[in-house]
């Protein structure tokens, strides 16, 4: 009881301090909503979260946490049904007709609601504030669905130069550089896994796959990436990154690659699935 209360003592000045650093900041760099711009309030909790970067009635549009029940292969979340048997995790239709390239695939949210919004801003309009509120969702989801990883690398989905050059950097990256750091914070040490970011290239400069059906996506991608060098990839089992999964098309065309040059297993982890 007394050592409670003199802990209590000994952070009480170090909290206050934070507290008025806070504030001070608040005044010089008030929270603006990234989508609307409107005030947001400071007092509204833990900082990195949506909510300190999206405003009441923008995050109104809603936050699509996946939860089970989902595909154990492709992640899409099912809708809860009438019987128990669909309410639990299972293979989906799709995924038994035509399998995917990878071993399964999990993402942190449905690509619906704020996040659908959330995720342009971030790419094209370099609202980067929000990439740290993201790259928290997806350490959440890697340590639910990685928790006693058998992964040896994490790659980023590599973009086309042209288009590095253009956007400035590659959003795939933004998500996980800071995952080592993230992955000490929790577990107290180093990771057995690398993130390797130059082994996959895309040498490709493929046309934007909106609009583009199932086969015509995967023409496009034809080709679409290069690995560099064997060495780095042979018999390792690898988890992609990437920011949006749709069709699955850009995993399997990295996915085929990686497995000709001998991988063992790819698996993806994407902040958002439609
Ligand atoms: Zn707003
Ligand atoms: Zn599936």
């Known amino acids: 009881?007394?050592?409670?209360?003199?802990?209590?003592?000994?952070?009480?000045?170090?909290?206050?301090v934070k507290k008025g650093i806070a504030i001070f900041e608040q005044l010089i760099y008030p929270l603006k909503c990234l989508k609307c711009n409107a005030?947001?309030?400071p007092d509204m909790g833990k900082p990195n979260?949506?909510?300190?970067?999206?405003?009441?009635?923008?995050?109104?549009a809603g936050f699509y946490h996946i939860e089970d029940p989902y595909c154990l292969k492709c992640g899409v979340k099912f809708s809860q049904g009438f019987s128990q048997v669909f309410n639990e995790?299972?293979?989906?239709?799709?995924?038994?007709?035509?399998?995917?390239?990878?071993?399964?695939?999990?993402?942190?949210?449905?690509?619906?609601?704020?996040?659908?919004?959330?995720?342009?801003?971030?790419?094209?309009?370099?609202?980067?504030?929000?990439?740290k509120v993201f790259e928290l969702l997806l350490f959440q989801t890697f340590l639910t669905h990685y928790e006693k990883p058998d992964i040896d690398l994490i790659i980023p989905m590599?973009?086309?130069?042209?288009?590095?050059?253009?956007?400035?950097?590659?959003?795939?990256?933004?998500?996980?550089?800071?995952?080592?750091k993230l992955y000490q914070q929790h577990y107290g040490q180093t990771p057995l896994w690398k993130i390797d970011t130059g082994?996959?290239?895309?040498?490709?400069?493929?046309k934007p796959q909106t609009g583009f059906d199932i086969e015509q996506r995967k023409n496009n991608l034809k080709k679409a990436f290069k690995v560099v060098d064997?060495?780095?990839?042979?018999?390792?089992?690898?988890l992609l990154i990437d920011d949006v999964f749709t069709t699955g098309a850009t995993c399997n065309e990295a996915a085929l690659e990686l497995l000709k040059n001998?991988?063992?297993?790819?698996?993806?982890?994407v902040l958002a699935r439609t």
């Open 262 to 269: 001998g991988v063992n297993r790819v698996e993806v982890l």
């Open 230 to 238: 064997q060495k780095r990839v042979k018999n390792k089992n690898i």
């Open 49 to 60: 979260t949506m909510e300190t970067c999206f405003c009441d009635a923008c995050m109104q």
């Open 158 to 180: 590599p973009l086309h130069k042209t288009k590095l050059r253009e956007r400035g950097f590659n959003q795939a990256f933004l998500l996980i550089r800071n995952f080592v």
């Open 89 to 131: 995790n299972h293979v989906c239709e799709a995924c038994i007709k035509t399998p995917l390239k990878v071993e399964k695939v999990r993402a942190a949210t449905e690509y619906k609601g704020i996040i659908k919004d959330a995720i342009p801003l971030f790419k094209y309009s370099s609202k980067l504030a929000a990439g």
């Open 199 to 206: 082994v996959l290239v895309r040498v490709k400069k493929t």
């Open 1 to 16: 009881m007394t050592t409670n209360f003199k802990n209590c003592l000994s952070t009480y000045p170090f909290l206050m």
């Open 39 to 41: 005030y947001i309030d």
